[in-house]
């Protein structure tokens, strides 16, 4: 079971800035000893609260420098429609984070893409090639200055 208390929290916060941190260095930033550090970081582990560590890329040298948010609109309002437009896009890389959300629009997306021709080629062979979307409404991303998936 997660116990919510202030050095969690601080490990929280230290590993989600930096997750190669030691575990000599994170005790000291929260004022445990190595063990008792070690343990509690073990214990987050193993609840599930910590699910994973990895590393963050730079899109811009990775070539990936266009990136929107995509509102999808669906046709019918059902699990199937749902199912299948989720089938539908899962092998498109450039896809990056698909949300089932609440309002006018079924899905949010994220996606990053070498350019702007590249993103059309997505948007009408990929999204505008599913028989279950009825609207795309797209949201360019010109500076993203918060970011803390960085």
């Known amino acids: 079971m997660f116990k919510?208390?202030?050095y969690n929290d601080t490990i929280l916060r230290e590993l989600r800035l930096n997750g190669r941190i030691s575990n000599t260095e994170l005790a000291e930033k929260v004022g445990?000893?190595?063990?008792?550090c070690l343990r509690r970081v073990q214990e987050l582990e193993n609840s599930g609260v910590i699910s994973g560590y990895r590393a963050i890329l730079n899109n811009e040298l990775l070539g990936n420098s266009f990136i929107a948010y995509v509102n999808v609109g669906l046709k019918e309002h059902t699990m199937e429609s749902q199912l299948a437009f989720e089938d539908a896009i899962k092998s498109a890389t450039e896809i990056k984070e698909c949300h089932n959300v609440t309002g006018s629009f079924e899905y949010l997306l994220r996606i990053e893409t070498r350019d702007i021709q590249s993103f059309k080629a997505l948007h009408t062979n990929t999204l505008g090639a599913i028989p279950q979307v009825r609207t795309i409404m797209t949201h360019v991303v010109m500076e993203s200055p918060k970011d803390e998936r960085q």
Request: net charge neutral; hydrophobic share 25%; no cysteine.
């Open 4 to 6: 919510n208390d202030r």
């Open 32 to 36: 445990l000893s190595t063990s008792a």
